[in-house]
């Protein structure tokens, strides 16, 4: 499966900011899809993800309550919704799709990645 990640972009602290990951291929929604983020200097850290289905998702701590990460299937789309944005979040976000079903909070669970959108949250 071939990702596609867009809408990034500069915002101010505050605002919300929706990204989308296209992707190309039948077994779309076979894959728990997942979205990671890595700031300048620091690792690729887990963000949430989403079961194959849309009926489970998951979220890293710091981000709980302010984003969501629906998915359609029927459209081969994932979105990570990102609102109450902070200078903290600033960072290149990445979608993946999972090719194991554990420790998908993991970057080893993915087997496919985007190319990664830039957001700049200013203060």
């Known amino acids: 499966v071939q990702l596609q990640a867009s809408g990034g972009g500069l915002v101010q602290a505050g605002d919300s900011l929706r990204l989308s990951c296209a992707a190309s291929g039948r077994s779309f929604s076979s894959y728990h899809m997942g979205w990671f983020r890595q700031a300048p200097g620091k690792e690729r850290e887990f963000v949430a993800v989403?079961?194959?289905?849309?009926?489970?998702?998951y979220y890293e701590n710091s981000v709980k309550g302010r984003f969501t990460i629906p998915r359609d299937n029927a459209k081969n789309m994932v979105y990570l919704q990102m609102n109450s944005l902070k200078p903290e979040d600033t960072a290149v976000y990445y979608c993946a799709a999972a090719t194991r079903v554990s420790s998908v909070h993991y970057t080893s669970a993915y087997g496919y990645w985007g190319q990664g959108t830039l957001v700049t949250v200013s203060s």
């Open positions: 989403i079961s194959w289905s849309g009926g489970s998702t």
